[in-house]
């Protein structure tokens, strides 16, 4: 049984590029998060994914951020221009229903 | 606007010793989740409690669940030093699909 995987594990980029983050959930899931992290806070949502249909988009995305999961199964987050103030480990979860989830290692994106 | 507040922020303690850490909010929740996180890495659920004073234990972690729904504490007996970790709780957020996470409970556990 392989659990969520990420990729890349860790993204160095400089400022103003783009960057692609992959998300592959545990097979079965129907459901798929993302969230961001930074230092000392807890995960903050940013969206959610129920099969292939985005149902849910944080206020905190900002028109930079795009995330897509075509035919329901992996997801992928863009991040356009990037900012110094998007450094942050992204996380995504998934899950079979709203009692649980499970979590991937993360992406640690640094903006330089 | 919906808030989950952990307490404390930081522990420190001795091999051996008990801790009770907690998370509080002023909303009822229709569930609440507990994670484990270790740095470099994503957050591991622990346990999720559903039912008004519910009380669920997993080995030496014993979780309970307000019963208003409201808030929730986790008891560690006799940590070890591979109970080290972030400790946060989350829970979805009335009317939507989004969850929320606590600032968490930082613990570190010496040998």
């Known amino acids: 049984d392989t659990g969520v995987s990420q990729n890349p594990r860790h993204k160095i980029t400089k400022r103003g590029q783009n960057v692609t983050f992959r998300c592959d959930p545990i097979?079965?899931?129907?459901?798929l998060y993302w969230y961001r992290q930074t230092l000392g806070q807890g995960p903050e949502f940013l969206t959610y994914?129920?099969?292939?249909?985005?149902?849910?988009k944080s206020r905190l995305l900002s028109d930079r951020f795009s995330a897509e999961r075509p035919k329901g199964s992996f997801s992928t987050l863009e991040i356009q221009r990037t900012e110094q103030g998007d450094s942050a480990m992204y996380l995504c979860?998934?899950?079979?229903?709203?009692?649980?989830?499970?979590f991937g290692p993360g992406t640690r994106l640094l903006v330089l | 606007t919906q808030l989950l507040e952990q307490s404390p922020q930081f522990l420190s303690i001795q091999e051996g010793e008990n801790l009770t850490v907690y998370c509080n909010s002023s909303?009822?929740?229709?569930?609440l989740q507990w994670y484990r996180q270790e740095p470099g890495e994503g957050p591991v659920l622990l346990v999720t409690?559903?039912?008004?004073?519910e009380v669920k234990k997993l080995k030496r972690l014993t979780f309970q669940f307000g019963d208003a729904r409201k808030d929730s504490s986790l008891h560690i007996t006799a940590a070890q030093p591979g109970d080290t970790g972030l400790y946060l709780c989350?829970?979805?957020?009335?009317?939507?699909?989004?969850?929320?996470f606590g600032t968490g409970t930082r613990l570190k556990v010496l040998a």
């Open positions: 994914f129920q099969n292939e249909a985005q149902l849910e």
């Open positions: 909303s009822v929740f229709s569930s």
């Open positions: 409690v559903v039912t008004g004073g």
């Open positions: 097979s079965e899931h129907n459901r």
């Open positions: 989350a829970s979805r957020t009335s009317g939507t699909y989004k969850y929320i």
């Open positions: 979860a998934s899950s079979f229903d709203y009692k649980t989830q499970y």
